[in-house]
Every structure is written in structure tokens, then in C-alpha cells.
């Protein structure tokens, strides 16, 4: 009798035993599934997020190279006529000694159905004022006559007036433009950087200009930037 009771007791704990094992065999896999579940989640999360950013980040290049090459094909075109000096168009146009070398570009489609081509306005700003103000913002605007298709672009008309359909973007935009001037007398290059300065005095001469065309957008509540530089001279 007492072999029995000692084989039944010795089968009770053992049966224990393995029920408190398969329990703990279950809570370790199941924190091996919830962390993988959990690291799997925030990979998801990750590359959505960089998805945006990367897709953000590649129109913003392409704005800020649209800047650079909306410049230098003014330039490209004064050279295509002779009645134009090079930069005509181009710096401080119908600006006053005291603005700033900031501006901005439109496209005339958006207002004029036969006229596809670019200006500048003077913006007169800082880029913290551009953003502030929304002076800098880019506007997805119908192409006139043409409402199926839609470009980036400055979302107000010359006179002011917002352009009819006009969306406004998650991106801004400011071109800068500094003259560079060939100083005779030290033999060498110098870029104005300060605003409204110009190559004026005896000794000095414009030979090109630095075009800087700033990007900017929202991603995540923080205002991420993009910079182009180019500098193009008078090789005519």
C-alpha cells in the first residue's frame, strides 16, 4: 500500500511539474511571437515613413533644380537675342536698391493659355518670412484651358489674384540671387551675398551671378530644406 501511494504521489508531482512547464513553454512563445509582431510593426512603420520622406525629398530636388534651369534659360535666351543684355529680366528686376536678392517663379500657363513661359517677381524676403507669410508657398495650378493637367507654381497671378483652382502644396520655394564681380584689381572673384549688393564701383564688374534655389517643406511637424547652387556667367 505504501508503494502504491508513493507512485501515486510521485505521478501527481510529475504531472504538476509538466502542466507548470507547458505553461511557461506557452508565455515564452507567446513573447517570442508578440516580438517579432512588434519589430515587424515598427519595420512596417519605418519604411512608410521613409517612403514619404524619400518621395518628398525627390520633388523637392526636381524644384529645386526646376529654379536653377528657369534661370538659366533666361540667361540662354538674352543671348538668343541681341536687343537684351545677358542677365536682363533677371536681377533686381523692378526692384529698389534696399530689397532683398530673393524671388520668386512663375510659370504664365496658369493665366495665359498661349504663353508657357517663365518670370520672375521680386520677393523681397527672408526665407523665415516666406514661410511665415506663405509668400513662398508652391500651389498645384490647372494649366488654363487645360484643367486636366496641373503644374507647380506661384498660385497668384501678376495682378495678386490667386489663380482660379489653385491648390495650395506642402512645399516652398525661393530663388537668391547674388551678382559675382570681378575685382581687376586684386585679380579674383567675389560674390555679394549681402542683400541688394551690386558690382558698382570702379574696379569692379558682373561677370556672372550665384543662383541659389531653396526648397522647403513639412514632414512630421519640422520644416525640412533643400539647396541647388549654380553659378552662371556672361560667356557671350
Avoid at 9 to 18: D, H, P, T, W
Avoid at 129 to 150: K, V, W
Wanted: one cysteine or more.
Amino acid at each position: 500500500m505504501k508503494k502504491i501511494k508513493l507512485i501515486k504521489n510521485f505521478s501527481s508531482l510529475f504531472l504538476k511539474a509538466n502542466k507548470a512547464q507547458g505553461i511557461l513553454e506557452v508565455v515564452i512563445a507567446i513573447s517570442i511571437v508578440v516580438v517579432g509582431l512588434v519589430s515587424i510593426m515598427s519595420l512596417v512603420v519605418f519604411n512608410v515613413t521613409t517612403q514619404d520622406y524619400n518621395h518628398d525629398m525627390l520633388i523637392a530636388s526636381n524644384l529645386a533644380r526646376e529654379g536653377i534651369e528657369v534661370i538659366r534659360s533666361m540667361r540662354d535666351s538674352n543671348w538668343l537675342d541681341s536687343t537684351k543684355d545677358w542677365d536682363d529680366s533677371i536681377f533686381m528686376e523692378g526692384a529698389s536698391y534696399s530689397d532683398k536678392n530673393s524671388f520668386i517663379i512663375f510659370n504664365r500657363s496658369s493665366w495665359d493659355a498661349n504663353d508657357f513661359s517663365y518670370g520672375l517677381v521680386s520677393a523681397g524676403v527672408f526665407w523665415e518670412d516666406c514661410i511665415i507669410n506663405e509668400f513662398g508657398r508652391l500651389y498645384f495650378t490647372p494649366i488654363i484651358d487645360n484643367s486636366g493637367h496641373e503644374i507647380y507654381n506661384y498660385g497668384y497671378d501678376l495682378d495678386g489674384v490667386l489663380i482660379p483652382d489653385a491648390r495650395a502644396s506642402n512645399f516652398y520655394r525661393l530663388i537668391y540671387i547674388n551678382e559675382i564681380c570681378d575685382v581687376e584689381v586684386e585679380g579674383v572673384e567675389e560674390i555679394l551675398t549681402g542683400y541688394a549688393e551690386r558690382c558698382e564701383g570702379e574696379g569692379y564688374s558682373k561677370i556672372g551671378m550665384q543662383i541659389i534655389s531653396k526648397v522647403g517643406w513639412m514632414n512630421k511637424g519640422k520644416m525640412r530644406t533643400l539647396e541647388a547652387e549654380e553659378r552662371l556667367y556672361n560667356w557671350k
